[in-house]
């Protein structure tokens, strides 16, 4: 499969962009994400496509300050592994940060082998309290609220 096409995502992506994001959640491997939250982050996303139009994988600039943002939503399908679609979806990520204006990216993940494997060093996670806040403790508050409602 050599005919992969990289490109923004279109508003007919995001079923399919939700699908692949939420098959790895499922997982326990990535956080879940809602086709309404992923339309809210369109211009964020870049995708990697077949030929035929398939979404091959996917990832996502997500923005904290106007000089920091995380590589986020990084996921590729399981048929189109090895070919090195994470890997340039990164790198497109990447680009698309610099093109505003921000100067430094981090990523939150499960796979570190993967993002050494793209350049990243593994920091202490405390750089990032905005991540934390953000993700984690809402999920948390959440499913307190949940519980305390039963």
């Known amino acids: 499969m050599t005919d992969v096409i990289y490109r923004r995502m279109r508003a007919t992506d995001i079923e399919a962009v939700a699908g692949l994001i939420n098959a790895y959640a499922?997982?326990?491997v990535m956080l879940p994400k809602t086709p309404e939250?992923?339309?809210?982050a369109a211009d964020d996303f870049?995708?990697?496509?077949?030929r035929a139009g398939r979404i091959l994988g996917c990832g996502a600039v997500r923005e904290y300050s106007p000089?920091?943002?995380e590589v986020a939503s990084?996921?590729?399908a399981r048929t189109a592994h090895g070919l090195g679609i994470g890997a340039e979806i990164v790198a497109r990520v990447e680009r698309l940060a610099v093109s505003r204006g921000i100067d430094e990216v981090f990523a939150l993940t499960?796979?570190?082998?993967f993002f050494k494997a793209v350049g990243y060093e593994i920091v202490d996670r405390a750089m990032y309290p905005e991540k934390v806040r953000r993700d984690c403790l809402e999920r948390q508050l959440s499913a307190a609220r949940d519980n305390a409602s039963s």
Not at 37 to 40: K, P
Not at 110 to 113: D, E, M, N, Q, V
Request: charged share 15%; aromatic share 0%.
């Open 26 to 28: 499922a997982e326990r």
């Open 37 to 40: 939250v992923i339309a809210m």
């Open 46 to 50: 870049i995708v990697a496509t077949d």
């Open 67 to 69: 000089s920091l943002a």
């Open 74 to 76: 990084v996921a590729v």
């Open 110 to 113: 499960t796979t570190p082998a």
